[in-house]
């Protein structure tokens, strides 16, 4: 009975082992003939200055949707983005109102969560309003 628990218990550790050694990850094969001069590091640990820079954001899209219909009473948002520029993160929600036909833009702050509505764009009039003198 001794000996049968033995095998048993060397059986078990050797499985045990070789299942370790399976999840280890796989050397490369190298080549003796053509050793290579260059070392290049692998394409995943690249970063650019555009992905190391960027910091994790305070407010995600979903949020900004909730600040938005928060202070919009009555919003339905339509979309979300996100811009970066200058350093600084917003996003730019559109939402209509109940009610109405025309798109309504409001901005985000992705750091802080301040809402600020966008101003909505005003006909451009021209300089001189009226060619006539008042007399």
Do not use: E
Not at 72 to 100: F, P
């Amino acid at each position: 009975m001794l000996s049968r628990n033995a095998l048993l218990f060397v059986a078990a550790t050797a499985l045990s082992a070789a299942g370790a050694a399976a999840q280890q990850p796989a050397k490369p094969a190298t080549s003796t003939s053509h050793p290579s001069t260059t070392t290049q590091a692998p394409s995943a640990a690249k970063k650019t200055t555009k992905t190391s820079a960027a910091a994790p954001l305070a407010v995600n899209a979903d949020s900004a949707r909730k600040i938005v219909a928060a202070n919009a009473a009555g919003a339905t948002v339509t979309s979300t983005h996100l811009h970066r520029s200058g350093g600084k993160s917003y996003y730019t929600v559109s939402y209509k109102l109940k009610g109405a036909k025309s798109t309504m833009h409001a901005n985000v702050d992705a750091t802080t969560g301040a809402f600020s509505a966008a101003a909505p764009a005003t006909p451009a009039t021209p300089a001189n309003p009226s060619s006539k003198k008042p007399s």
